[in-house]
């Protein structure tokens, strides 16, 4: 079973940045599991930017949807991150948040069936404005019962507040 640490936040609270310091004091060859998809130039360029902070201690893989299909034994993994994956399980079932969940859910079960140490990143997006749209509405409770769902399943977790960690579990 994983040893899982989670950490979450608002965009640019330090998440990413804090897990790279976590993995590099366990590890010294960590995974950086990134499920973002290149949806323009300005998400590639922001994609681009993660890669320029990692150095060649530093393993990517690129995986959007099935992020159980690794082997991770042993190793140690960043998952960055959770809102950009469950934006992919969302899009790509028709914006059915109960599916996306079920999937989700699904997924990272199996994934943390494995025994390695995962420092999952994810987004308080529901600390925000009210979304406008049923659509986003619908996602914004997604992120938030996987949140949950994670955080639950954690040994650790952290919320980033402007660039410091304040430990929840």
């Known amino acids: 079973m994983a040893k899982i640490i989670y950490l979450t936040g608002g965009e640019r609270s330090g998440k990413s940045r804090y897990a790279q310091e976590i993995a590099l004091k366990i590890s010294d060859k960590p995974i950086y599991l990134a499920t973002a998809r290149k949806w323009d130039e300005d998400f590639n360029n922001r994609i681009q930017q993660h890669k320029n902070e990692r150095d060649e201690r530093w ?4 995986e959007e949807k099935n992020i ?15 809102t950009l994956w469950l934006t ?18 699904s997924e990272f079960d199996n994934l943390i069936k494995q025994d390695f140490i995962l420092i999952v990143i994810s987004n308080e997006i529901g600390m ?3 979304a406008q749209t049923e659509s986003a509405r619908k996602f914004v409770e997604l992120q938030g019962w996987i949140n949950q769902y994670i955080a639950d399943h954690a040994d650790e977790a952290f919320l980033m507040i402007s660039g410091i960690s304040v430990k929840v579990k």
């Open 128 to 130: 925000g404005v009210h």
């Open 88 to 105: 992919n399980l969302y899009n790509d079932n028709n914006y059915d948040a109960e599916v996306a969940r079920e999937k989700a859910k």
């Open 68 to 82: 159980s299909k690794h082997d991770f034994t042993g190793k140690t993994v960043i998952l960055d991150c959770i």
């Open 59 to 62: 393993i990517t893989i690129e």
